[in-house]
């Protein structure tokens, strides 16, 4: 996956960096929000994810800046109680693997909401800082580690309080999705499936008892629309997605699009027919603040289906039900 463009910041001159230093001020980075699969925090914006994956039931998410490794995200949502000691064990790998290196340790102390955290340096000037967070009501562990070619204790330190004291973990309704250039909130009962990001194209596909939603978010929406309608470009783009087929997509009203069974290849996607989801809803929507066309398409079984979404998905995303 391609990193968004960094964002740069403005660096004062030596007199004016010699007065914040001794004044205790410092500039601070600009963050983005990612969250993900329930849980959110603020991390600096020129983090970007670069893979996720779930392994065993461990979520592993990665963020790269531009040149290097960044930040690893592990985390678990298990069905049963989280054991305190489980959690030790998974740090002490870290901590152990730290002083096998020559590492000097120091804990950080007074981490808001609840977090433990240490902070290494290694014997070669770079720097790790190792964290976790346990929630046992909701059986929720995460730990993450961050990674510093070169970066003082004060950077480090207020790197990781912003991350920490962002966090935020949710359970019931409407959660937030963030990153990339792309947010949106959906009730929490869609579950990810699988993602594609690609320069210019992200899409999330979701899935609900059976049902399946695809969200597609697409950049540069006014050179996409020069030559053509949205609705018109969001239909071919449609009828040469692999990921859809046995169906057809034409244009219909503003923003809305008709799909109809091309029955000359419907038998031969029968993935929908075993999950008994034979019903398409399609629609685009301009996004102008972010200069994007974001296409909505759900799989699904009955009307029912569309009401759900309707009122499980941010108002400015909801497809036409009338």
């Known amino acids: 996956m391609k990193s968004a463009p960094s964002t740069a910041i403005p660096w004062p001159d030596a007199a004016l960096r010699t007065a914040l230093y001794f004044a205790g001020w410092y500039l601070m980075e600009s963050y983005q929000q990612f969250a993900w699969q329930g849980h959110s925090c ?5 983090w970007n994810l670069a893979e996720y994956k779930v392994v065993a039931g461990v979520s592993y998410a990665r963020f790269h800046d531009d040149f290097n490794r960044r930040l690893d995200f592990e985390w678990v949502n298990a069905r049963r109680r989280i054991r305190i000691e489980e959690v030790r064990e998974r740090y002490d790998k870290i901590a152990d ?5 020559g590492a000097e340790s120091e804990n950080i102390e007074d981490m808001p909401g609840g977090w433990s955290a240490c902070f290494y340096s290694m014997p070669d000037g770079k720097r790790l800082v190792a964290a976790f967070k346990l929630v046992p009501e909701s059986n929720f562990f995460c730990l993450l580690k961050m990674y510093f070619e070169q970066a003082s204790k004060r950077e480090a330190d207020r790197i990781i309080r912003r991350i920490t004291d962002t966090f935020r973990l949710y359970g019931e309704g409407l959660v ?46 006014d050179l996409l629309r020069k030559h053509r309608s949205m609705e018109k470009w969001c239909v071919d783009y449609l009828n040469g997605f692999k990921g859809l087929s046995g169906v057809k ?20 996607n029968v993935e929908p027919v075993t999950r008994g989801c034979l019903r398409y809803k399609a629609w685009c929507r301009l996004v102008p603040d972010k200069n994007q066309i974001f296409l909505g398409v759900f799989n699904y079984r009955k009307q029912a289906d569309l009401s759900f979404l309707a009122s499980g998905l941010d108002s400015a995303l909801v497809p036409n039900l009338s």
């Open 42 to 46: 603020d991390i600096p914006a020129d």
């Open 97 to 101: 693997a730290m002083e096998a290196s």
């Open 176 to 221: 937030p999705w963030a990153v990339y250039d792309v947010s949106f909130k959906l009730q929490h009962e869609f579950k990810l499936g699988a993602t594609s990001f690609q320069a210019g194209r992200k899409l999330l596909i979701f899935d609900w008892r059976l049902r399946r939603l695809y969200l597609m978010f697409f950049s540069l929406a």
């Open 249 to 268: 997509f034409i244009e219909g009203g503003e923003g809305g699009i008709v799909a109809l069974h091309n029955w000359l290849r419907f038998f031969g």
